[in-house]
């Protein structure tokens, strides 16, 4: 899955879409998380990399995860499949 | 260098929910960086509040309905222009358009006026009753529309359109009817107030964007800035808008103005569907109420209008920012009992 190039995205979590011009905020897990995509992370590495940090397993991660990407693809922020 | 100073008549002071254009025009046209104004509104109505807002229009004159004919106005624009000497004017209802077109080559040869407007056929062509035929000749998307003129052709809708539809006045005003009964109802709700005919438009589902554009007349867009509606009034109106970025649209709207030879301000009303088609819905042919978004955005058009006007070689617009915002307020002002009585009894403040 690839966050769309055009996305704007600013430290506080504010999330923009130059094309539609919607807006979103997001937490800061949020924020890491589409950085992470930005940076073509797949989801194993993000998986990884969040249960690493903070306290949570991989079937909560994964859970949660699948929920958050499929609403930036609802949202259009992101296209296509996530990279496993 | 000292700037030159313009006398611009400007009309569609009004700002109601659906305000008219003709007070962001002025306000752009105070922001020039190549001239400097002075600005005598022409109004139609004692309460329209660009007549009272004194730091913007310097003069206000009354001016004739378009209903009473292109005679009483060419009569009320002499009067006011032998005080004035206005050198341009800039017409902001599309009600009025008619008119000022059919008088462009009097009031530039015989009164030194300079009117820049889009030309007959131009206006004639976009109207509404001829959007589908103009959408072909220009290879442009456009909802599938038919004219009516009476109720009774209402129930026969069902067997071109699928509801919802959208009744449109020829015009202002759209209503979408999911029925054949809200169609009737929206039919005589809008030639009460815009008469006839009344067009009947195929629904697309999809999200409106918008564009203030302005052409040389020779092909060339001069500018042009995109904005989806973030507030809407139960008018539909924007209340609230934000610049977006979308080549396609962008393409589409040079596309337009090139094949048109577009001449002057203009606004597009498109809805882009979820597969990303682009449908014409509405060419109005003047700037719109949001024009000031496109000046807050780095292109000035009225300015550019002003100066083609005037015969200055204007290049166009390269960019413009995106994700700019603007958001509309009310404001009570003030007004003292002896101006609305001088505007009232003399049509002139």
Same mark, same amino acid.
């Given at each position: ?30 924020? !890491? ?28 991660? !994964? ?22 | 260098?000292? /700037? /030159? ?20 025009? $002025? ?12 600005? $005598? ?44 000497? $206005? ?18 080559? @009097? ?58 539809? %959208?009744?449109?006045?020829?015009? =202002?005003?759209?209503?979408?009817? =999911? ?73 589409? @709207? ?16 498109? $809805? ?18 949001? %024009? ?22 204007? /290049? ?34």
């Amino acid at each position: 899955m690839n966050i769309k190039k055009n996305i704007a995205l600013s430290d506080s979590g504010f999330v923009f879409d130059p094309s539609s011009g919607d807006s979103f905020s997001t937490n800061p897990i949020g924020l !890491e998380i589409i950085k992470l995509l930005q940076n073509g992370k797949s989801a194993d590495d993000i998986k990884k990399h969040i249960t690493g940090a903070y306290m949570t397993d991989g079937d909560s991660f !994964e859970k949660d995860f699948y929920d958050f990407v499929n609403m930036l693809q609802k949202l259009k922020i992101a296209d296509g499949a996530e990279k496993k | 260098m000292k /700037k /030159k100073k313009f006398t611009i008549a400007v009309t569609g002071l009004n700002a109601i929910d659906s305000p008219g254009p003709g007070v962001p025009v $002025i306000r752009a046209l105070r922001e020039s960086k190549h001239f400097d104004v002075r600005i $005598i509104g022409l109004s139609y109505e004692a309460l329209e509040p660009g007549i009272y807002m004194h730091d913007l229009v310097d003069k206000t004159y009354q001016i004739p309905f378009p209903s009473s004919g292109i005679d009483s106005l060419l009569t009320r624009l002499k009067y006011i222009n032998d005080i004035e000497k $206005i050198d341009l004017i800039i017409p902001n209802f599309d009600a009025e358009l008619f008119s000022f077109i059919k008088l462009v080559d @009097t009031l530039e040869k015989k009164m030194k006026i300079k009117v820049f407007v889009p030309t007959i056929e131009q206006f004639e062509e976009r109207h509404k009753v001829n959007l589908e035929a103009f959408g072909k000749k220009h290879k442009i998307k456009v909802p599938y529309s038919r004219t009516i003129f009476s109720t009774a052709e209402i129930p026969a809708l069902k067997d071109q359109f699928t509801y919802p539809l %959208v009744v449109k006045g020829k015009f =202002y005003d759209a209503s979408v009817a =999911y029925t054949p009964e809200q169609a009737a109802n929206y039919f005589n709700k809008i030639t009460a107030k815009w008469g006839l005919p009344i067009i009947i438009q195929q629904f697309v589902h999809g999200q409106e964007v918008n564009v203030t554009a302005i052409g040389d007349g020779n092909g060339n867009t001069i500018g042009a800035v995109p904005m989806r509606k973030t507030y809407i009034t139960d008018k539909g109106k924007a209340w609230a808008g934000i610049s977006i970025a979308d080549d396609k649209l962008m393409s589409m @709207t040079k596309k337009m103005i090139k094949s048109s030879k577009w001449r002057g301000g203009l606004e597009l009303e498109i $809805i882009k569907t979820a597969e990303e088609d682009y449908y014409l819905l509405e060419i109005n042919p003047r700037f719109p109420a949001w %024009v000031y978004l496109a000046v807050g955005c780095g292109q000035n058009h009225p300015e550019a209008l002003v100066r083609m006007a005037m015969g200055e070689e204007v /290049k166009p617009f390269k960019k413009y920012d995106i994700g700019k915002m603007f958001i509309r307020y009310a404001y009570d002002m003030i007004v003292e009992l002896k101006e609305f009585e001088k505007i009232s009894t003399l049509g002139e403040l």
